[in-house]
């Protein structure tokens, strides 16, 4: 079989494993949790009630890998003057599944990363307001950040432990995956009611509070307990 345009490359994030990243997890989707910290959903102005889950998607290329304790730069992006920075637990699916019971969720989970969930602001609320989808808002180029992933053969399932974000070195973002109103099992769960997850597939599973504007210049450091920290500075386009 022949392509009559030559076909894109594929995405893919590195591995952490004993301080090697020689092997790389390609990527099918990537979907993410919307409001999954109840002071998050408070500053967002929705309800800090545990309510069904909703979920929005990025597309694969808007993955950017960021090798461990390096920066990389991220292009200020085009029609928006509120760019803000969400750092997010992120879960790699190893097995696919359909109508997974969440006793057995963590046997489709490959491992976990640290990510950022890069958002044009003022693009979201405009669409909110709207009841307009937020595709402009949240599946933009470079808007994926990710570090490198940790197996779960390696680390376990993370239950606990503080996320956090600095820009320029001042706390913005400063919260505890336990927090989260939705866990990890419940996630799958929920969201393979509505799509048959596949090996490859991403979840970003919400954001803490603090969440704030980028402008260019700014450096921006995060970290999850056990899974590294990322790195990256905004310039412009």
């Not at 989707?29 to 910290?37: A, E, H, K």
């Not at 950022?116 to 180029?141: C, H, I, S």
Request: aromatic share 8%; glycine share 10%.
């Amino acid at each position: 079989m022949s392509y009559v345009i030559t076909p894109a490359s594929y995405s893919a994030v590195p591995v952490a494993n004993n301080n090697e990243y020689n092997e790389q997890f390609p990527i099918h989707r990537i979907y993410c949790v919307g409001r999954n910290y109840a002071a998050h959903a408070r500053e967002m102005g929705g309800s800090p009630e545990r309510e069904p889950p909703f979920f929005f998607c990025k597309p694969a290329d808007a993955i950017v890998p960021v090798p461990a304790g390096e920066s990389i730069a991220l292009a200020y992006p085009s029609e928006t003057s509120n760019y803000h920075h969400e750092i997010e637990l992120v879960v790699a699916i190893g097995k696919g599944g359909k109508n997974i019971p969440e006793k057995h969720a963590h046997d489709h989970i490959w491992g976990y990363a640290v990510g950022l969930d890069m958002t044009r602001r003022d693009l979201q609320t405009a669409l909110r307001e709207k009841g307009q989808p937020w595709e402009l808002a949240k599946a933009f180029d470079q808007s994926a950040p990710i570090a490198p992933l940790y197996p779960v053969s390696r680390i376990g399932h993370p239950k606990a432990g503080s996320i956090w974000l600095k820009v320029n070195g001042e706390m913005r973002q400063a919260g505890r995956v336990e927090q989260m109103i939705w866990p990890v099992t419940e996630i799958i769960s929920h969201l393979s009611r509505y799509f048959t997850l596949l090996p490859g597939d991403l979840i970003f599973t919400g954001t803490p509070s603090g969440v704030g504007p980028v402008i260019v210049g700014d450096t921006l450091l995060g970290g999850i307990d056990g899974l590294g920290e990322i790195a990256v500075h905004s310039i412009a386009a």
